[in-house]
């Protein structure tokens, strides 16, 4: 059995609004809402726990804690309220609205049937990336082998815990969970997913997640 932890304790400066990112509406209802009942509707995850902004009660059917001043420690605040019942921890970012019941299973499935420490979600990348220096090209990589990696991740427990017992500096320059465990040593397992699982940063992206929801 899972233990999810959700990050939604980030300001969201980028989106330009008032109240924090996972809190505001989308589609009629506040955007962390719309990942919590795609992790509801997976039976292998038992519990929820949420990192929430300060003075931000916890959604019903989730235990909430207070997020920290870095995402990666919101992660880890998250885990530590979470207890030591389930060997599998799903990460996941609340601005993510878009995930699926079906791409949460899909992750856990990964882990659960291959020899590994972590499986992620991630959408191949369909445009050429290059690599400058300032505004000089150095190198295009070869695409075939490219990830946009999103959330949800999910972890062997001890790897995740391992992975996050680091200084808060080398935590905060992560950019997701499972490099920490890649520079442990550990194996991390890419699951295929649709780019719709889009992270909402800027006023486009909302807009774009409202028309993808309506849609479906
Ligand atoms: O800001 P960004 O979009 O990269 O944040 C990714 C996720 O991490 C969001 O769901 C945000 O709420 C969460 N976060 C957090 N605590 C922070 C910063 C971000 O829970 N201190």
């Given at each position: 059995?899972?233990?999810?932890?959700v990050?939604?304790?980030?300001?969201?400066?980028?989106?330009?609004?008032?109240?924090?990112?996972?809190?505001?509406?989308?589609?009629?209802?506040?955007?962390?809402?719309?990942?919590?009942?795609a992790?509801?509707?997976?039976?292998?995850?038992?519990?929820?726990?949420?990192?929430?902004?300060?003075?931000?009660?916890a959604p019903?059917?989730t235990?909430g804690?207070?997020?920290?001043?870095?995402?990666?420690q919101?992660?880890?605040?998250?885990?530590?309220?979470?207890?030591?019942?389930?060997?599998v921890?799903?990460?996941?970012?609340?601005?993510?609205?878009?995930?699926?019941a079906?791409?949460?299973?899909?992750?856990?499935?990964?882990?659960?049937?291959?020899?590994?420490?972590a499986?992620?979600?991630?959408?191949?990348?369909?445009?050429?990336?290059?690599?400058?220096?300032?505004?000089?090209?150095?190198?295009?990589?070869?695409?075939?082998?490219?990830?946009?990696?999103?959330?949800?991740?999910v972890?062997?427990?001890?790897?995740?815990?391992?992975a996050?017992?680091?200084?808060?500096?080398?935590?905060a320059?992560?950019?997701?969970?499972?490099?920490?465990?890649?520079?442990?040593?550990?194996?991390v397992?890419v699951?295929?997913?649709?780019?719709?699982?889009?992270?909402v940063?800027?006023?486009?992206?909302?807009?774009l997640?409202?028309?993808?929801?309506?849609?479906?």
């Amino acid at each position: 059995m899972a233990v999810a932890l959700v990050v939604a304790a980030g300001r969201g400066e980028r989106l330009g609004t008032e109240r924090p990112k996972a809190f505001v509406m989308l589609g009629g209802r506040p955007m962390l809402q719309w990942s919590l009942d795609a992790l509801h509707a997976v039976d292998a995850v038992r519990r929820i726990v949420v990192a929430l902004p300060p003075g931000v009660h916890a959604p019903a059917g989730t235990l909430g804690v207070p997020g920290g001043a870095e995402r990666s420690q919101s992660v880890r605040a998250a885990l530590r309220a979470a207890g030591d019942d389930d060997d599998v921890v799903l990460v996941h970012d609340a601005a993510r609205p878009l995930v699926t019941a079906q791409l949460v299973q899909d992750c856990l499935h990964a882990l659960a049937t291959h020899d590994c420490d972590a499986a992620i979600a991630a959408a191949r990348v369909t445009d050429t990336i290059k690599e400058s220096d300032g505004d000089e090209v150095v190198r295009t990589l070869d695409r075939a082998n490219l990830w946009a990696v999103q959330t949800p991740q999910v972890f062997d427990r001890a790897a995740l815990e391992r992975a996050l017992s680091r200084d808060d500096a080398e935590l905060a320059a992560a950019t997701d969970d499972a490099s920490l465990v890649e520079r442990d040593g550990g194996t991390v397992r890419v699951v295929s997913a649709p780019r719709e699982n889009l992270k909402v940063t800027t006023p486009f992206d909302l807009r774009l997640a409202e028309l993808l929801l309506a849609a479906r």
